[in-house]
Each structure stands twice: as structure tokens, then as C-alpha cells.
């Protein structure tokens, strides 16, 4: 089994950033993509940022230029830099893996709990 936690949200006043973690754990051969995905109330979750193996990132369109994702395949680690915070960032942030549990298996998906980011004055 694998889990993943996240951490760092918070309340932060608009302009302000804040840093999540997300920390894979359990059977892990191998994590293939990472991505941060996001939920506010009433809305569907929604992909803000995508790192594959090798480091590549993609962005959704609302948070290019303020957001960074990054990840440390050593220690099955994910990270987003949020800077510039608006109201709208306000939301669940989800962390998402595909995770290859050994050598003979195939990738399989799997989600954290959240972290809720408030950013309000």
C-alpha cells in the first residue's frame, strides 16, 4: 500500500506564498508522474501543476508564472511554490502519483487527503 501526505497549507493574505509537500510512503518501486490538483467549493478539482520523472512541469494557465513544482525522487518528495496568492488560489490542494509498486508492476494512481490553502486579507 502507498500513501501520500501532504502539508504546508494555510492562511496566507493575498501577495503571500506559501510552500506544499507531499510525501510518498509504503510500497514504492518507482513514481512515475506527480501532480498537484486543486478543489474549491462548488468547483470540480482541477489540475494546477504536472512533473514527470525527469523533472518536466506543466501548468495550468491561472497559476503560471506563480507557481513552481518540483520533486526529490530520492526521497519520494513533491513540492509546490506558491507565490503571489490570489483569492481565487483559495482551495483543497490534492497531491496525485502514479506509483510502480516493483519491478513486474504496473503503475497505479493514487490521491492524498488535502491541504487547505486560504488566502484572504
Known amino acids: 500500500q502507498v500513501q501520500l501526505v501532504e502539508s504546508g497549507g494555510g492562511l496566507v493574505q493575498p501577495g503571500g506564498s506559501l510552500r506544499l509537500s507531499c510525501v510518498a510512503s509504503?510500497?514504492?518501486?518507482?513514481?512515475?508522474?506527480m501532480g498537484w490538483y486543486r478543489q474549491a467549493p462548488g468547483k470540480q478539482r482541477e489540475l494546477v501543476a504536472g512533473?514527470?520523472?525527469?523533472?518536466?512541469?506543466n501548468y495550468a494557465d491561472s497559476v503560471k508564472g506563480r507557481f513552481t513544482a518540483s520533486r526529490d525522487n530520492a526521497w519520494n518528495t513533491m513540492y509546490l511554490q506558491m507565490n503571489g496568492l490570489k483569492p481565487e488560489d483559495t482551495a483543497v490542494y490534492y497531491c496525485?502519483?502514479?506509483?510502480?509498486?516493483?519491478?513486474?508492476?504496473?503503475?497505479?494512481?493514487?490521491w492524498g487527503k488535502g491541504t487547505l490553502v486560504t488566502v484572504s486579507s
Open positions: 509504503g510500497s514504492i518501486y518507482r513514481i512515475n508522474g
Open positions: 496525485n502519483a502514479e506509483v510502480v509498486a516493483g519491478i513486474h508492476y504496473y503503475g497505479m494512481d493514487y
Open positions: 512533473i514527470d520523472s525527469g523533472g518536466s512541469t
